[in-house]
């Protein structure tokens, strides 16, 4: 078979007609909230350096087929199939120079990105999370200053605090221990790395991959991916759904 390549100056590649298992394959990054320990791969640490591009969230449900049935966050459960269901949280963000997926499955995880700053749902356990706080701070910077960001200009220092009493409150034999995760720091990256960030965010449709979970979806059953276990970052330590 002959193959004419052509000329790739100037081409730097098309998303559009990949299929979406293709797309937004990032390395991990995670936290173990019983040991408090922050993962980057496989590698262990107790502090996180991330400029966070974007959120997603949703619910599953694992029917007794052991097919997974996703839902946008907000679906009432009486509008999904039965089965076990699941909360789910991903961040996608420069780590270490490149773009990582923070993925969290358990509670104290997600908490700390998305607890609400009030109202019935906030858990007065945690901090208030750290999007919403972001998202304060980037409506009072525009407001008094005049100037738009995004969650990309913005450096996160993540720090684990000291194990809490995690013993929910539906469950009184639950006596579980976790370490929070602490924002304790925030800076601008600098215009010209917000500037390539913002560059970054569009060359891989990171709008779409928050979009991608706003809808409902159905999977395959689990038998047919028993080789590909869940990551480890994303611990089980599971008490409030949102």
């Given at each position: ?57 949703c ?35 420069i ?12 509670w ?11 109202g ?84 891989e ?38």
């Open positions: 078979m002959k193959i004419d390549n052509g000329n790739f100056d100037g081409f730097n590649g098309v998303t559009a007609g990949l299929q979406p298992e293709d797309r937004w394959v990032f390395p991990p990054a995670g936290y173990n909230a019983t040991n408090g320990i922050f993962y980057i791969g496989e590698d262990e640490t107790k502090t996180l350096e991330i400029v966070p591009f974007a959120m997603r969230q619910k599953e449900v694992t029917d007794i087929n052991g097919v997974t049935h996703r839902y946008p966050i907000k679906t009432k459960r009486t509008d999904m199939v039965e089965g076990d269901m699941q909360s789910r949280l991903q961040v996608v963000g780590v270490n120079d490149e773009l990582h997926i923070f993925g969290a499955r358990s104290t995880a997600r908490a700390a990105w998305a607890n609400p700053l009030g019935p749902y906030h858990d007065a356990r945690f901090e208030g999370g750290i999007w919403p706080r972001l998202m304060n701070h980037i409506k009072e910077l525009k407001s008094t200053t005049g100037k738009a960001t995004a969650p990309l200009c913005w450096k996160l220092r993540l720090e684990v605090g000291e194990a809490i009493d995690l013993a929910s409150a539906a469950n009184s034999k639950q006596r579980a221990k976790g370490h929070p995760i602490k924002a304790v720091s925030m800076s601008f990256v600098g215009a010209e790395k917000a500037a390539e960030y913002e560059r970054l965010y569009t060359d449709a990171i709008d779409e991959w928050v979009a991608e979970w706003s809808k409902q979806a159905v999977g395959e059953p689990q038998a047919d991916h028993a080789s590909a276990p869940l990551p480890v970052q994303e611990t089980a330590d599971e008490m409030i759904p949102f």
